[in-house]
């Protein structure tokens, strides 16, 4: 009997229910996207559906000249399809999406992949006519943290996973890919895992096109005309910051298309070592432009480390600072080869970096990207954390075809991150950028260019750095001979371009001015720079803008422009602004509720222990007005308040106290408030950070958050569900047993089995028969357990059930059928599954209906731990305890069988003196061995909507 355990034990407390309908039930399941079959992945807590290509396919082609050629012969002759090269770096491609007759000429390639391709997998889009999206046939997954090695192992082979490889930097992150003979079940895979307590997360780790956010007005206007300067350094009064520091020992990186590191204008700042995301290569050169169409990241270096007045060029903003460079935005790198960008960047010891690109057509942002990102604000710098600046998008990003930006929030950006510094785009007229996207995440704006006016006057652009033509002759970057690409002249050298811009030069600005803040004040913890940047930054177009007078915000400009010498001198001063309270909330609408009368927040210290010593601005009290009509008023810096203090026209000082609720007055009307965090700093006294308006209505604006965007909270008690299932594979038709057992501070309220073929279950031992006419198919069986406080834990295991003729486990293109046999070799006719180490068993391919000898059968076993055989019987011994997945492939001339089981080796108990033992659970009405009922769900449960059994609670 093949067995699959859990890693917790029974529960111990587990009473009766009631019965309930199943109607429920189904109606529950049919309404979750994921369940019902809807092809998607989750991220950030939320279900995002993908539409599946069905007459495209993702194929890596041979590294070999010659094997490539004959692979792209072979798809064209055989009538399999047109290749189109995917974008990477090199002059040949290793892949590219092969365009099908229709969906059965993609079936049948996708089951001869081995033949013609190292891999065929699919091609999504996030949405119609958006732009494709590759399977990379892996999922990303981040395991609990309290998985150790021998319980990833268990649950990897529940799931029916093979461990690629860790996901460097990101801690209990795993590379895993399904195994066995069902291709295309990456979705289906990550989902289950997704919803497994034991995951933080899990998607498929894609190849999802990325956009730069440099942003080119239409060429059918003419050539703009600009002024042969870098304009926008007066605009933020880079000199007077100059007069303090010009960014020495800081460490800038970006990830960019590429960067040209040995620039006549950079290369003595370079620390002579940077990155290729899609190969992880480290070297001097692993940066430099590799293709056509690198040419984004050079002007964005140029714009923070440009030397400063060494006669040649241009000047950066942090033209002391030294930098290093990750190169990886192409359609062939993943989203965990992206996220290594970060994990390189904190290894190096970067201390701010800068990124001017988002996910292309509306994809969700992967779990894995923030999740790099939060290590980075977490970890980098020694823990005082990474300042990341992130571009906006241009037109809103997602659409070319857009010229305007648009409000943006939540999913849409990773520049609306709570992690990182999210920058929008000004112009010479100190307006919004007409294409610059904005929306309350979106933190500052900087200089860049802009779109015609109404009447048709330009604006100059950006000049910056730009590939060296000589250097890069098949990317000669922006600036190619002196020309631009619409024709129109460019500057004279053509190591440098005035037509820089977008968002991009926006995000290279700010991690400029973050640099030489940083240079002042190496302790400063990435919040304190964000701060210093927020609060110096110039409210221009207030008219426009209409800045609110106690959050000091804008929805379209944010805090305001930048302004590096305002930053640095108030660094240099001293100076530095406490987080905003966060998570406020009035009366009934807070959790628990409280009077309605009462306002409450979180005093949202920034503190990092670090060793023996603490970073970051404390919250020393939290200052409170009022009004009876709405208002305008933000508190000076230095002042200090005292209750009843009138400060305003009918604003009055109610609170000054270091608490995180207060209590007003009921009254008839509306009442408003100010909240507004307080810090005492060492050189310049008192501070205020940025306030947050409330009214006793519960309106609240700008409310912060505790947490920084993307971090998941997994609660405690959900129930700790293990399932046991046998056999996990076999020929159809197929009757498989399931038994459900949980762990719960609660009782078990009830079971619900999703067998993964539309068919389900609320009995909490079953069996279920499936039923396959060809092929091999893979089904995720689930199972969802709830308990009395409607927390429901969930498990799920992979189950491959082949047509008649197929073979069990095989390929769909064989007859005949294996199955492996583990024996005791004390007792060669059983069948066992588990024992204590070190367990010595005997593994027998059994064999049918291949029509060859056994002695003619090439027989290779893979053993699970390292070791390999080729015998028809191997006898072999597993040393440590584990779960081993053992698979046997068996072939002739013309047919090719495998199969897989699993060996859990268990480690062998310490004896004690005197021995206890287990108690045995207490049978209760209508459950088994103590579980508790299974025969519904709590109808009270599925009509709040909740849903929890079909997702990772409270994401």
Known sequence: MVTVRGFVSLAERIGACGLVGVAALIVALAAHPALAGEPGFYSGGKFHPLIVSPDELAVELPQDAALRAAAVQQARTSGAGVLEEVSEDGASSRFAILHTANAAVASRVRSRSGSDFLSVNAVYRAQPGGAPILSSGHIVVRLAADIDA?????????????????????????????????????????????????????????????????????????????????????????????????????????????????????????????????????????????????????????????????GKGVLGVSPAAEFTASRGLEAAVTTSQIASAYTFARNQHVDVHNNSWGFAAGTANPDV??????????????????????????????????????????????????????????????????????????????????????????????????????????????????????????LANPQYTKNYGGTSASSAIVSGIAALILSLESDYTAPQVRNIIEHTCDQINPMVAAYNGITSRSLRYGYGRVNAGTAVEATYDGYYWPERVADVCVGQSCAPALPDNTIHWVNNDDQRMIGESVFGVPITSVLVVESDTPFSWKPTDGEVYFEGQVVATG????????????????????????????????????????GVA?????????????????????????????????????????????????????????????????TSSTNRVTQHTYTVTTGTQRFFAQLSVTDANGLTGNAAVAIDVSAPGSGSGGDGSSSGSVSIRISDPSAPESDVSAGLAPLSVILTAQVSGIGTPTSDLNIVWDLGDGNTAESLSVAHTYQIAGRFPVSVTVSNATSTLRSTRFVDVLQSATPTPTPTASPTPTPTPGGIGGLGCGAGVAVTFWAAGLLLALRRFAR
């Open 150 to 310: 021998r319980e990833r192992e268990e649950l990897f082979g529940q799931y029916r996973v093979t461990e690629v490889a860790p996901v460097e930097g990101l801690s209990n992150t795993f590379l895993v890919a399904p195994i066995g003979d069902a291709a295309g079940t990456e979705l289906d895979t990550a989902n289950a895992l997704y919803r497994d307590v034991r995951t933080v997360y899990a998607h498929p780790d894609m190849r999802i096109p990325v956009e730069t956010r440099q942003f080119t007005p239409p060429t059918d206007i003419g050539a703009d005309t600009f002024q042969d300067n870098q304009w926008h350094l007066t605009t933020i009064e880079i000199f007077n910051a100059f007069q303090r520091t010009q960014g020495s020992g800081v460490l800038v990186g970006q990830l960019d298309d590429s960067c040209d590191v040995e620039h006549e204008d950079m290369a003595e700042n370079y620390i002579g070592i940077s990155h290729n995301a899609a190969t992880n290569e480290q070297s001097a050169t692993a940066a430099v432009p590799a293709r056509t169409g690198d040419r984004h990241g050079t002007p964005a270096m140029g714009l923070m480390c440009a030397r400063y007045f060494n």
């Open 369 to 490: 990207i923030i999740d790099a990102l939060r290590t980075a604000y977490d970890e980098g710098r020694a823990g005082r954390g990474m300042v990341v600046c992130f571009a906006s998008g241009g037109g809103r990003g997602i659409d070319p075809t857009s010229a305007l930006g648009e409000e943006v929030s939540g999913d849409d950006e990773l520049a609306t991150l709570s992690t990182v510094i999210g920058v929008g785009a000004s112009n010479s007229l100190d307006q919004l950028s007409q294409y610059s996207n904005y929306g309350e995440e979106i933190d500052v704006l900087a200089p860049s260019n802009d779109l015609p006016l109404p009447g048709g006057a330009t604006l100059p652009a950006i000049v910056s750095t730009d590939n060296t033509d000589e250097s890069f002759p098949f990317e000669p970057g922006y600036n190619d001979a002196g020309f631009a690409d619409d024709g129109s002249a460019d």
């Open 651 to 690: 604003v009055t000082v109610v609170a000054n106290l270091l608490a995180e609720q207060y209590t007003f007055t009921a009254g008839s009307g509306t009442k408003y408030f100010g909240v507004y965090s307080v810090a005492d700093t060492e050189r310049r006294g008192t501070t205020y950070g940025f």
């Open 694 to 758: 409330v009214t006793s209505a519960g309106n609240v604006i700008d409310s912060g958050t505790t947490l920084p965007a993307g971090t998941i909270v997994v609660p405690p008690d959900r129930p700790r569900v293990t399932i046991n299932v046998s056999p996990l594979d076999g020929t159809s038709p197929l009757t498989v047993q399931f038994e459900g057992n949980a762990q719960s501070s609660a009782m078990i309220s009830s079971y619900n089995w999703d067998f993964g073929d539309g």
